[in-house]
């Protein structure tokens, strides 16, 4: 019976002591090491060149939607406006993206320095007390740091390597955009004064304007290519990182086993006269007959 005991407690120390040193790598040695690896370090340079793509792209459609105003007769200034409006998705997404920094920039720290030894402090209190909520806390506590810690950067690298065509195509329109707005200032600016504006236009795009159609139907594809471009945008830096966190939780709870057990939140109370009701009645006719009887 002593060796048992012995055994017993020989075992929860074992445990406890590799929560211990699990809490104290993680707080002095990954913490420190792993925002300095190049894994993150190559993440966040995408994440900083995708908010100077955004901030350039919203410059553009600015210049654009400017550069149309200023033509003749107003016609085209519902395009102006379209181009204008479209500086709403730029903030959003330069938002995401400068969450997605902070995350990358302090968040493995926090999730490594904090977020980890909780859980390890939990699973120390599990392992003494067995207690099934500490147990949960200690498991939902990991999961979370291992999330804040890794959903970005993954998800920047994934990026990089499925939308790599996607990313391309958005550059070529930031260019055309920019091009189109260059185009539209030289020829209100100077040139032959003996030529329309759509003629010098025609110059420059080397492309038949002859009227306010052709420009329309220019500006109107690039304004297509704009929203294709947003979409994008939106995809790669906002949608990513929540495909890559419902992969890791996949990841995690198919490879690992990891559950997250949810105990009860009120115990069961027995109701009042469980007994007595389970004991059967006596039928008042049965006793009646039998008092006949006898």
């Not at 020989?10 to 090491?33: D, E, P, T």
């Not at 909520?133 to 970005?152: E, P």
């Not at 159609?213 to 990182?241: E, K, V």
């Amino acid at each position: 019976m002593p060796s048992m005991l012995s055994a017993k407690h020989a075992s929860l120390a074992i445990k406890i002591l590799l929560l211990l040193l699990a809490a104290a790598l993680s707080f002095f040695v990954v913490s420190a090491k792993l925002p300095e690896s190049k894994f993150v370090k190559e993440s966040l340079a995408s994440v900083e060149d995708s908010s100077n793509t955004v901030m350039k792209f919203s410059a553009a459609t600015l210049s654009t939607s400017l550069a149309i105003s200023a033509l003749p007769d107003d016609f085209a200034t519902p395009l102006a406006d379209n181009l204008a409006d479209m500086n709403t998705y730029f903030v959003a997404i330069l938002v995401v993206l400068f969450l997605e920094k902070i995350l990358i920039r302090y968040g493995i720290k926090a999730a490594f320095m904090i977020l980890i030894p909780l859980a390890c402090s939990a699973g120390i209190l599990f392992v003494i007390t067995k207690r099934d909520i500490l147990k949960s806390l200690a498991i939902r506590l990991c999961v979370l740091g291992l999330a804040v810690a890794f959903v970005v950067p993954c998800s920047t690298h994934l990026t990089n390597i499925v939308a790599s065509d996607l990313t391309a195509y958005v550059n070529d329109t930031i260019e055309e955009t920019e091009d189109g707005s260059d185009k539209l200032n030289e020829a209100m600016d100077g040139g032959a004064e003996d030529k329309t504006i759509f003629e010098k236009l025609s110059d420059l795009f080397q492309t038949a304007i002859n009227g306010i159609a052709d420009l329309l139907l220019h500006f109107q594809n690039t304004i297509r290519r704009c929203m294709n471009s947003i979409a994008i945008l939106i995809l790669t830096n906002c949608l990513m990182p929540l495909l890559t966190f419902f992969i890791l939780k996949w990841m995690l709870g198919e490879l690992f086993q990891i559950a997250i057990p949810m105990p009860p939140i009120r115990p069961t109370k027995r109701r009042r006269g469980t007994d007595s009701d389970a004991q059967p009645k006596s039928d008042p006719e049965l006793v009646s007959t039998g008092e006949k009887r006898l």
